[in-house]
């Protein structure tokens, strides 16, 4: 995905002292960010101009000690054709020399009024998630109680319905029919929908609904986090599942593996309450209460007890 700088600005909602149209559409290609503190002393040796270059109160305090001309020559090497922009922190008044050699150099100059490292982790953050490398599966993910569940199954199974009855039962759609999923860090993945299908969901039988505009804005979300991952399939006497909550199965997405939990689904099955529970009772574990265990240990007093008896 190709992020401008206009993109950046209008998200983290910056102001552009200088820039035209040209110099924000200039593309961001990397989500690293450099604070050019080195390089205002003259080291240039490690310097990546196609990174953003942060200017904090560190910097700002410093060039505040050079002259004029040293802080022009200082701009002039740090500003080149690759530069996506220059963005000052804490509202910090801009220097002459630093607009001079912009427009010199044709690099847009932003100013930021939150904190250097807010803004910085705010700037990183953002740019790390469109930036990511992107991987498309089939399924449908929702948000339910804030975890993010993917529901993945055979084509007809029922996904798209179940992902209805959660929403209808107060949880939000993120995503139908295709998940975009990113990993965020190494242990993280993010899922969000095609930008054609937002907030769309279709049924067949029905065909496509707008889930923002019947159900309203509680009702959806633009991304999550994808934490646990149910499977549907169609129950059959032969098929084995999990009876006691013992499966360690996993799937791995962008190299970060999520349990997986298989549900069987037949007639007169409310696969949605299932999901739900299921959600809820993979929380639990995650908090330190296994339900499992809970039952394994009265097994075993009542079997210690009868064996006294």
Known sequence: M???VKMLVDKLKLKVVYGNEELLAKAITTADISRPGLEMAGYFDYYSPERLQLVGMKEWTYLKTMTANNRYSVF????REETPAVVVARGLEIPEEMLQAAK????AVLQGRNSTSSLSGDMSWYLNSQLAERTSVHGVLVDIYGMGVLIQGDSGIGKS??????????????????VDIYAKDEGTLWGEPAEILLHLLEIRG????????????????????VQLCIYLENFEND?????LGNSNEEIELQGVKIPRIRIPVKTGRNVSVVI?????????????YDATKTFKDRLTDLISKNGED
């Open 76 to 79: 002039a090497n740090i500003f």
């Open 276 to 288: 739900e529970a299921a959600a809820m009772n993979y929380r639990a574990k995650q908090m330190g």
């Open 206 to 225: 029905v065909g496509i609904i707008d889930v923002m505009s019947l159900y309203g804005a509680s009702a959806v979300r633009d991304s999550s986090q």
């Open 2 to 4: 190709t992020v401008t």
């Open 161 to 178: 319905e179940t992902a209805l009855e959660l929403v209808k039962r107060g949880h939000r759609l993120v995503a139908d029919d295709r």
């Open 239 to 243: 098929e084995v599942f999990d009876r």
């Open 104 to 107: 010199e150099n044709g690099v």
